[in-house]
């Protein structure tokens, strides 16, 4: 299992983020990796459907669902399939400017490439691309009228 961990500060309060981050219409426009993105929304927030998810040349199909939703606090969402994982975004909020935190522990069936090779090409794409998926968050977010 490989757990990735990300940080931003977003100058805006939490509410104008929850709009971008609670709205599963917008994640495979904020995450370059999302593709094939199908969603059901459930009626109390959050959603399950499935997805694609692409790292440099490997595709991989999963399901995934909402398993925390707590508007401006806190959201989770677990995948199953070719890539287990669980994705935790974490909001504090001043009222001024809002600290987003995201872990990404994950599994995938093509771990057994190896450690070392995991670690220097796979982990490292990964890791790039949630930073570029946090700072579409803050663009967007920070243009969201108050």
Known sequence: MCILHKNIIINTPAEPVWTVLGDPKQYARFNPNISDFTFTPYDNGGFEG???YALGQLKLRGKLRTVVYEPNRQLVVESCGQMKSKWSWYLETDGYWTHLALSVDYTAKWSS?????????LEYMHDEVLGEYLRNIKLAAEKVKR
Do not use: A
């Not at 490439?113 to 090409?121: A, F, I, K, T």
């Open 50 to 52: 499935n997805w694609m």
């Open 113 to 121: 490439v190896g450690e070392v090779l995991h670690e220097l090409v």
